[in-house]
Nanobody, 116 residues
Framework: QRQLVESGGGVVQAGGSLRLSCVASGTSLTINRMGWYRQAPGKQRELVATILSSGSTNYADSVKGRFAISRDNAKNTVYLQMNSLKPEDTAVYSC??????????WGQGTQVTVFS
């Protein structure tokens, strides 16, 4: 059973930046993809960005050009650099990991609050 631990959330003024980190326990050999989802109050959880073991990335249209996902395979860590933050980016951001056996793991989430 893997554990995912997120960090880096906080409160920031619109236009500011935050960097989220997520460290996964266990081996990196069976990790297929890692990524970030978010859920705002009263809304459904939505994809923010994912990155495959190949390095291929995918972003929600709402964050393209502002957010960047990256990973350090040696550290089993995925990062989300968030720039030009907007109040509508306010949400709980959760890290996710999918392995080669189609198992999916989730972190507990970290709060990001952007005020205008």
């Amino acid at each position: 059973q893997r554990q995912l631990v997120e960090s880096g959330g906080g409160v920031v003024q619109a236009g500011g930046s935050l960097r989220l980190s997520c460290v996964a326990s266990g081996t990196s050999l069976t990790i297929n993809r890692m990524g970030w989802y978010r859920q705002a109050p009263g809304k459904q959880r939505e994809l923010v960005a994912t990155i495959l073991s190949s390095g291929s990335t995918n972003y929600a249209d709402s964050v393209k050009g502002r957010f960047a996902i990256s990973r350090d395979n040696a550290k089993n860590t995925v990062y989300l650099q968030m720039n030009s933050l907007k109040p509508e980016d306010t949400a709980v951001y959760s890290c996710t990991l999918g392995d080669l056996f189609n198992r999916v793991y989730w972190g507990q989430g970290t709060q990001v609050t952007v005020f205008s």
